[in-house]
């Protein structure tokens, strides 16, 4: 009954007998004696003694307190058992709590593992398909966390990808018509002249359709390789010169007053340097200067003005442009009811677009403009 737990004793009041308990179990019967000096000479209020007794060590704390209004002593002792007991009590707790902690992290990260594993083994899969040309199956990853962020960065670039492949298709589909027709003509009247016969009615008027086909064929594949030659300036630095934009429009415009007589031109501006490629630049201007002139019926304007960025606004009075056209507008071989080859206002957003500058067109009241942002 003493071993099995913590005891306390009021000396000299209260359990004197537990005391006399413990002196008996001294071999020699001086632990009252001990204990007695002891409470006599301690000066601290609380101080921890230990004592050996005939078979086992005891431990006890004396601390001086008051009881019924009278000094007194509390002594509290256990065994060297108990605490052993204690001990190994408190050890095979913590034992059990530190396996349960490890089973339970082992639980949890193998759940984890998985719920990274499996996704990037999605992600690998796709992106693997993808580098294999295999951009039509979707990739549907509903995470929150940074794998469905690149999930998504990955969805967005397939996307980007097959709506480009659709794109490659039908540039080549609309090449291959474009290129066709040109050639099936020159090799038709080259047959017929080497036959004896002139479709036109004679040599000089037969050979020069096959001129002036050749010369559209030539036309074409030089717009069509200006145009690569743009996307892939696309990913490179272009190369940046100062130059006066006013007097560059000035010198364009110039050139089409000739052949443009009927055209009344309004120009509004002002000497104006940007940075970027001078003669990238007469392409745009050039281009839509083309485009205006074959629309106009009688009034072409161009104004030109800084507010945040340069803005250009290049206007003429033809026919507004239907909406399904409008959103076509810049995709190469789009043709109006006057256009040439359908490649001169995609060339112009290229380079617009190189240029980080942005380009739209608007219908007015009466007639057409477009409109070039240019950042400083």
Same mark, same amino acid.
């Given at each position: 009954?003493?071993?099995?737990?913590?005891?306390?004793?009021?000396?000299?009041?209260?359990?004197?007998?537990?005391?006399?308990?413990?002196?008996?179990?001294?071999?020699?019967?001086?632990?009252?004696?001990?204990?007695?000096?002891?409470?006599?000479?301690?000066?601290?209020?609380?101080?921890?003694?230990?004592?050996?007794?005939?078979?086992?060590?005891?431990?006890?704390?004396?601390?001086?307190?008051?009881?019924?209004?009278?000094?007194?002593?509390?002594?509290?002792?256990?065994?060297?058992?108990?605490?052993?007991?204690?001990?190994?009590?408190?050890?095979?707790?913590?034992?059990?709590?530190?396996?349960?902690?490890?089973?339970?992290?082992?639980?949890?990260?193998?759940?984890?593992?998985?719920?990274?594993?499996?996704?990037?083994?999605?992600?690998?899969?796709?992106?693997?398909?993808?580098?294999?040309?295999?951009?039509?199956?979707?990739?549907?990853?509903?995470r929150q966390d940074e794998v469905g962020s690149l999930a998504k960065s990955i969805e967005d670039m397939r996307i980007q990808l097959v709506q480009r492949d659709k794109e490659q298709q039908n540039?080549?589909?609309?090449?291959?018509?474009?290129?066709?027709?040109?050639?099936?003509?020159?090799?038709?009247?080259?047959?017929?002249?080497?036959? &004896?016969?002139?479709? #036109?009615?004679? =040599?000089?008027? %037969? !050979?020069?359709?096959?001129?002036? +086909?050749?010369?559209?064929? /030539?036309?074409?594949?030089?717009?069509?390789?200006?145009?690569?030659?743009?996307?892939?300036?696309?990913?490179?630095?272009?190369?940046?010169?100062?130059?006066?934009?006013?007097?560059?429009?000035?010198?364009?415009?110039?050139?089409?007053?000739?052949?443009?007589?009927?055209?009344?031109?309004?120009?509004?501006?002002?000497?104006?340097?940007?940075?970027?490629?001078?003669?990238?630049?007469?392409?745009?201007?050039?281009?839509?200067?083309?485009?205006?002139?074959?629309?106009?019926?009688?009034?072409?304007?161009?104004?030109?003005?800084?507010?945040?960025?340069?803005?250009?606004?290049?206007?003429?009075?033809?026919?507004?442009?239907?909406?399904?056209?409008?959103?076509?507008?810049?995709?190469?071989?789009?043709? &109006?009811?006057?256009? #040439?080859?359908? =490649?001169?206002? %995609? !060339?112009?957003?290229?380079?617009? +677009?190189?240029?980080?500058? /942005?380009?739209?067109?608007?219908?007015?009241?009466?007639?057409?403009?477009?409109?070039?942002?240019?950042?400083?």
């Amino acid at each position: 009954e003493l071993t099995s737990s913590v005891n306390n004793i009021i000396y000299p009041y209260k359990g004197i007998g537990m005391l006399r308990k413990l002196n008996d179990l001294d071999s020699s019967g001086e632990f009252l004696i001990n204990v007695e000096s002891e409470m006599k000479n301690q000066k601290d209020i609380s101080k921890r003694y230990e004592y050996k007794l005939s078979d086992s060590k005891l431990y006890y704390v004396i601390k001086k307190i008051s009881y019924d209004g009278e000094e007194a002593y509390l002594i509290s002792f256990m065994f060297d058992t108990y605490r052993n007991k204690l001990s190994q009590s408190l050890l095979n707790k913590l034992f059990i709590m530190a396996a349960i902690a490890v089973l339970i992290s082992l639980i949890v990260s193998l759940w984890f593992s998985k719920y990274l594993t499996e996704p990037l083994k999605i992600l690998e899969d796709r992106v693997g398909k993808i580098a294999k040309q295999d951009c039509y199956e979707p990739l549907n990853l509903d995470r929150q966390d940074e794998v469905g962020s690149l999930a998504k960065s990955i969805e967005d670039m397939r996307i980007q990808l097959v709506q480009r492949d659709k794109e490659q298709q039908n540039m080549l589909q609309q090449v291959s018509h474009e290129l066709k027709t040109p050639i099936m003509v020159i090799r038709s009247y080259a047959q017929a002249v080497y036959d &004896g016969i002139y479709p #036109k009615g004679n =040599l000089k008027g %037969s !050979i020069q359709v096959i001129d002036e +086909e050749a010369e559209r064929l /030539e036309n074409k594949v030089k717009d069509l390789l200006y145009l690569s030659k743009l996307q892939y300036i696309r990913k490179k630095k272009i190369a940046v010169e100062e130059f006066n934009i006013y007097k560059l429009i000035l010198e364009i415009v110039d050139k089409f007053k000739v052949n443009n007589s009927h055209i009344q031109w309004e120009i509004k501006g002002k000497d104006i340097f940007i940075n970027g490629d001078r003669e990238q630049w007469r392409v745009v201007f050039e281009n839509i200067l083309d485009n205006a002139t074959r629309y106009a019926k009688s009034t072409i304007k161009l104004e030109m003005k800084i507010e945040e960025n340069l803005k250009l606004k290049i206007y003429n009075d033809g026919e507004k442009i239907n909406k399904e056209e409008m959103n076509n507008l810049f995709k190469p071989f789009n043709k &109006g009811n006057n256009g #040439k080859y359908g =490649l001169g206002l %995609s !060339i112009v957003k290229e380079i617009v +677009e190189i240029h980080k500058g /942005e380009i739209f067109v608007n219908n007015k009241e009466e007639g057409v403009e477009f409109c070039i942002n240019i950042s400083n």
